[in-house]
Every structure is written in C-alpha cells, then in structure tokens.
T-cell receptor, first 116, second 113 residues
Framework: DTAVSQTPKYLVTQMGNDKSIKCEQN?????MYWYKQDSKKFLKIMFS???????INETVPNRFSPKSPDKAHLNLHINSLELGDSAVYFC???????????????FGPGTRLLVL | QKEVEQNSGPLSVPEGAIASLNCTYS??????FFWYRQYSGKSPELIMF????GDKEDGRFTAQLNKASQYVSLLIRDSQPSDSATYLC?????????????FGKGTSLLVTP
C-alpha cells in the first residue's frame, strides 16, 4: 500500500500551459512538502504546508501554487509553464516529533515534468 | 543561506569494503540529520536519521554525528553492488521553513564486484 503517491508520473507539455500535479499520503501525517529536483539532481524545497500554515520558499515563482483540499492531499498547480520548469517534482510528508524539528520525511515517486 | 555540503564523487569501493560518506552543514543550530539513498530515476529513500552526537548503527549502516565540527557521516559496511546509488545528506530547517529538509547535492557511490 503506497504511503505517498503522486500523479501523473510523467508530464510532457508545451510552454505557456497550466498543469497540476496531485499528491496523496495515507500515513496520517499533518505536514506535506513539495521539492524540486533539477537536472543536476539538486533537491530543493518549494513549499511546506500543514492545515494551518503555508510556507513558501522565497525563490519559487508565484506561478507555482499549492492547493490542499484536505489533510491527506497537497496538489501543485503551475501556471504559464516555462522551459526552466522542467524537472522532477517530489511530494513528501512528515509529522512533528516531540521536539518539533525531529521529522522523518517520506517521499512520493516523483513527477517528471518536461516543458517543450 | 543554510548549506549542506557533500563531495559529489563518484566514490568507488570494491564489494565487501567499507564506504564512507561525509557531509558538513553550516547551521550550528541544526538538530536533525538524515541520510537518504536515491537510485537513478527513483525517489529518495530514508536510510538513517540521527539527532545526538556519536554513532547510530542500523544493520550495515552507521551514522556518525559531531555537532561541534558540524559534521555527519554515513558508513556502509560490507558494501554490495546494490548499494550503488546517490546518497543525500539532509538537515532539518527550523519552524520558519516548516521544518523542510536542506539537502546536499549528493555523493554518487559505485560498488564494484
């Protein structure tokens, strides 16, 4: 039974289009994340979200927006796609430990986005 | 800018040897440290986490943390070809980042038969 799932696995689209990536976790976690892994394999946080607070990495263009219909889902919507958006996008989830910062994050399988 | 540094490698070790992977971090206030393994085309998989100074062992894996030196390492004993992957060191950010992980760029490990 998949813990963190993402759809689609592959996404090929044209510049200027709007697309969404869906993420679901069945771990009962209350915090979800979106990370971007670029062509050099560097993994970088885009968003952190729980049911109370959205934290956006300042480097993320406002064309990217997370949407959470409920605690188990965090979708990523991208407007006006650009060539530089081509990357692998990973969803992750976790739950705070007793000390707050002690989190183990579990990753989804990734969505490989190619913008043509 | 909170940074996590790793040697990109590739690190090549013969089968059965000990592979030693190293990581340094810039934020002295960091409290939680993680090692992920990522096979090509796959997602990061959590291998180990460590919070306290010293060693933590799990099977063939040992994580070592030295907060004074801001250094964390991963030892893989009896390395197997199946251990060939990229190993990502990650450090928890604080509440301002939603405890997001700051990743190093990864070390590529190749275990040769």
């Amino acid at each position: 039974d998949t813990a963190v799932s993402q759809t689609p696995k592959y996404l090929v689209t044209q510049m200027g289009n709007d697309k969404s990536i869906k993420c679901e976790q069945n771990l009962g976690h209350d915090t979800m994340y979106w990370y971007k892994q670029d062509s050099k394999k560097f993994l970088k946080i885009m968003f952190s979200y729980n049911n109370k607070e959205l934290i956006i990495n300042e480097t993320v263009p406002n064309r990217f927006s997370p949407k959470s219909p409920d605690k188990a889902h965090l979708n990523l919507h991208i407007n006006s796609l650009e060539l530089g958006d081509s990357a692998v996008y990973f969803c992750a989830s976790s739950t705070p430990g007793l000390a707050g910062g002690r989190l183990s994050q579990y990753f989804g399988p990734g969505t490989r986005l190619l913008v043509l | 800018q909170k940074e996590v540094e790793q040697n990109s490698g590739p690190l090549s070790v013969p089968e059965g040897a000990i592979a030693s992977l190293n990581c340094t971090y810039s934020d002295r206030g960091s409290q939680s440290f993680f090692w992920y393994r990522q096979y090509s085309g796959k997602s990061p998989e959590l291998i180990m986490f460590i919070y306290s100074n010293g060693d933590k062992e799990d099977g063939r894996f040992t994580a070592q943390l030295n907060k004074a030196s801001q250094y964390v390492s991963l030892l893989i004993r009896d390395s197997q070809p199946s251990d060939s992957a990229t190993y990502l060191c990650a450090v928890n950010g604080d509440s301002n980042s939603g405890y997001a992980l700051n990743f190093g760029k990864g070390t590529s490990l190749l275990v040769t038969p």
